[in-house]
């Protein structure tokens, strides 16, 4: 029930097109849902976070969407970039508690 | 801010050898975390500090691995034995108290 599921494994985008990646959570009590972005050989970095109040949220050209009902939420990257290209990591937490992760995504923008 | 500060950021050694890996968190923050990154595991919490005091250490392997947070600006993750399959990236975060969790740059961890 703790376990957040993600998906694709890997994805290659070329340059100006969407990236989506999808992850899906059991455990309702998550309340806050982080997207983190690592580029090799660097820790994860928080790159946007949504609460399960609103149903999306835009920073720039990175945009969360929450289904709450389905609980299921997505991260898309308009006009994919090749300095996107890295791995994409969501993750959920309930209360104060600590933050579940799924696998990871690594997303190659090609030129 | 120099954010969190991880040492070393690389270490070789031989099987059977004490390792030891340094975390200094944010200054300010009352919650520090050690995660184990491997391509097949993804991201492992290991354990969780909150205010200096261990939390949740359901995550760390097996006994031979104990980690220890001494004051607000100091952690370390040992490992003792070491083994091959401890061969990972491992990461230390800090959190404030509001929600957003900052990593280090992480120690990769090679056991020969």
């Known amino acids: 029930q703790q376990q957040v599921k993600q998906s694709p494994q890997s994805l290659i985008v070329q340059k100006g097109g969407i990236s989506i990646i999808n992850c899906a959570y059991e455990n309702t009590a998550f309340d806050y849902f982080p997207w983190y972005q690592q580029f090799p050989g660097k820790g994860p970095a928080l790159l946007i976070a949504?609460?399960?109040?609103?149903s999306e949220k835009k920073e720039g050209r990175f945009t969360i969407s929450f289904n709450k009902s389905a609980k299921q939420f997505s991260l898309h990257i308009m006009d994919s970039q090749p300095g996107d290209s890295a791995t994409y990591f969501c993750?959920?937490?309930?209360?104060?508690?600590?933050?579940?992760f799924g696998k990871g995504t690594m997303l190659l923008v090609s030129p | 801010d120099a954010g969190v500060i991880q040492s070393p950021r690389h270490e070789v050694t031989e099987m059977g050898q004490e390792v030891t890996l340094r975390c200094k968190p944010i200054?300010?923050?009352?919650?520090l975390f050690w995660y184990r990154q491997t391509m097949m595991r993804g991201l492992e919490l290991l354990i969780y500090?909150?205010?200096?005091?261990?939390?949740?250490d359901s995550g760390m392997p097996e006994d031979r691995f104990s980690a220890k947070m001494p004051n607000a600006s100091f952690s370390t993750l040992k490992i003792q034995p070491s083994e091959p399959r401890d061969s990972a990236v491992y990461f230390c975060?800090?959190?404030?108290?509001?929600?957003?969790?900052?990593f280090g740059p992480g120690t990769r961890l090679t056991v020969l």
């Open positions: 949504i609460r399960p109040d609103v």
């Open positions: 975060a800090s959190r404030p108290v509001t929600d957003t969790q900052y």
């Open positions: 500090f909150n205010n200096n005091v261990p939390i949740d």
């Open positions: 200054s300010g923050h009352n919650s």
């Open positions: 993750a959920a937490r309930g209360g104060y508690s600590t933050l579940t």
